[in-house]
């Protein structure tokens, strides 16, 4: 999806179209008022005070319909530049435009206005020549929005809108946005019963269905059993800690606004954990342990809560309490290439496995110039950033430095994954951390009976389960591969009076064999039940009907094909089995 503010001529022309759709706005209600009309990543918008008036789809027509004649009449876009104390006579009507000048350094701020026939508008610019540059447009969506993004300020009415150069582009651009409609995880999960939300039990905290459980169930377990057949242990540890573990591990200085508030109990400050690495830390120091004991692998899928602004918050992208696939890995110094590069392989092999293909490496390093943030000391960030280095391209790894987006207590190596749907996101992390085993004292004794701190790997594989879960609704369109999918096959017989008794012997096999399977013998006719299996996306529905009872046979058809095909019983067995084994269907 196209970058409207990173692209200059595509900011250009959004930028100028913003101005002309105002204008449209200031011919129809001849008393609005503008707030600001930037461009963003998505387009461009403007914020306008309609005083009562609120926006309706029928408005939008009419908008639209008045840019077009503007845009026709062809007017030259005309830049101005005019003195801070012109600029207040001008705009001495608009409040809105009145803040924004009067903000304005008076001594170093080129003040500038754009004019096109009967609208003026501040603005730094640049512009297109013509508003007849503008004509291949449309206006997407529209809102409220509180001026200066404050509740306890007025709300205004926010057009959002995107140009494109020619028309051809724009209907491009629109095809994809229907498109990214359909792969909405929100939209998928609330369809195919996946997760649901409710203000009453608090935003961000999203409740998995019995649908999008069998989904969870069946990624943790896949994991896990990834994750055991190479020496992971795990634990569960409890989803809050006292505060002083989080000031023992250096969070509570550097992590505390992404935290929910302290709790005070009994005497006790208590806080519901953004991270799971100091419990792990303690599990760790339960025990004494020797160099022979070393690599220990920690693995947990652990419930988190960190604090998001409830404008950032989205479906189960973006959330205020989700689960983890976390593990520690404490290692001596020796062992750290051969257990990092036993993670990489790990996240390369599950990729494959389902078929995740577009992504990169980003190696995240402490930004030398800004160490603030950062815990200090600059000869244990220099061993790790230079060992991470020399182990990604030992295995050889493509991958870009990314300064100043390090931990605070280490050095990473992120995988982004390019979605469907939206810019990248990171997938998979691996952090390589010389500094909370030293805050907790961890030891292991070494070969010469001495006592040795341990360097510890964190890393998640699927990052958050819940993002993960969007992510590949999204990538499927909801269409769940056959292993993952709620309802694996969906049971038809033809007739009930003649093919229900086969029916319910099939399923009965099925269910059986452990496959999620669902009978369908509902009174409907079966081109209703079968169109119904296919908005449910259930990736194989059968149809029983005489020739089936008759041969002891079962005909299938695969979600997204009208192929028929029809094997013995047996087969169809074999095929789901192997299917969902290998991970295909």
Known sequence: MVNFKEDEKLNKLNHSCAHMMAQAVKHLWPEAKFWVGPVVESGFYYDIDLGDKVINEEDIEAISKEMKKISKDGKRIVRNEITKEEALKQFADDPYKIDLIERMDEDSTVISTYTQGDFTDLCRGPHVDT?????????????????????????LQRIYGVCFPTEEELNAHIQELEDAKLRDHRKLGKDLGIFMTHDLVGKGLPMYLPNGYVVWDALETYIKGKERKIGYKHVLTPPLGNVELYKTSGHWDHYQDSMFPK?????????????????????????????????????EIARDCRFEASGALKGIERVRSFCQNDAHLFVTPEQIAEEFKSVVDLILEVYNE????????????????????????????????????????????????????????????????????????????????????????????????????????HRAVFGSIDRFIAYYLEETKGALPLW??????????????????????IYKMLHDEDIRVELDDREEKVGYRMRESVMRKIPITVILGQKEVDEKMISYRKHGSEETITVSQNEFVTLLKESILNKVM
């Open 131 to 155: 508003v007849k540059e503008c004509k291949n447009f449309k206006l997407i969506k529209f809102s409220g929005a509180y001026f200066k993004g404050d509740a306890n300020n007025k709300m």
């Open 263 to 299: 709790m005070e109990v009994e005497g006790e400050e208590f806080v519901l954990r953004p991270m799971n690495c100091p419990h792990h830390m303690m599990i760790y120091a339960n025990d004494i342990h020797s160099y022979r004991d070393l690599p220990i692998r920690i693995g």
């Open 354 to 457: 389902l078929h995740i293909t577009d992504y990169h490496f980003e190696l995240s390093l402490r930004d030398p110039e800004d160490k603030v943030k950062y815990h200090p000391d600059d000869k244990m960030w220099d061993d790790a950033e230079n060992t991470l280095r020399k182990v990604l391209d030992d295995i050889g790894i493509d991958y870009v430095e990314k300064i100043g987006e390090a931990a605070f207590y280490g050095p990473k190596l992120d995988v982004q994954v390019k979605p469907a749907v939206g810019n990248e996101i990171t997938l998979s992390t691996c952090q390589l951390d010389f500094c909370l085993p030293a805050k907790f004292n961890l030891t292991y004794v070494d070969r010469d009976g001495s006592k040795k701190t341990p360097v510890v790997l």
């Open 484 to 505: 993952l999918a709620p309802t694996q096959v969906n049971v038809l017989p033809v007739n009930n009076n003649y093919h229900l008794e086969y029916a319910e012997n």
